[in-house]
């Protein structure tokens, strides 16, 4: 099993800037990619972006130039940089874990932009 622990949401003014956090423990060693999802209130789960164990990134449009995922050399912590930060940015964030078990998900955080 793998467990993911999230961190770093909250509420910033338009314009803003956060660092979301997400912690893997457990069998982190079948974990190939790390992603992070929103949810906004009754819309769909959409990627935000993604980092595989190589390192490769990947972006949704409307977050590209904005917001950076990277990671800690464990590979075992992944972040969110999120600047420029919209209304429309308003969201749970959820973590994700690809790993050869399944896919793992984190509980989630709010991130709430408003003035």
């Known amino acids: 099993q793998v467990q993911l622990v999230e961190s770093g949401g909250g509420l910033v003014q338009p314009g803003g800037s956060l660092r979301l956090s997400c912690a893997a423990s457990?069998?982190?060693?079948?974990?190939?990619?790390m992603a992070w999802y929103r949810q906004a209130p009754g819309k769909q789960r959409d990627l935000v972006a993604s980092?595989?164990?190589?390192?490769?990134?990947n972006y949704a449009d409307d977050v590209k130039g904005r917001f950076t995922i990277s990671r800690d050399n464990a590979k075992t912590t992944v972040y969110l940089q999120m600047n420029s930060l919209k209304p429309e940015d308003t969201a749970v964030y959820y973590c994700?874990?690809?790993?050869?078990?399944?896919?793992?998900w984190g509980q989630g955080t709010q991130v709430t932009v408003s003035s």
């Open positions: 980092i595989t164990s190589g390192g490769t990134t």
């Open positions: 994700n874990a690809g790993s050869s078990l399944r896919n793992f």
């Open positions: 457990g069998s982190t060693f079948t974990i190939y990619r």
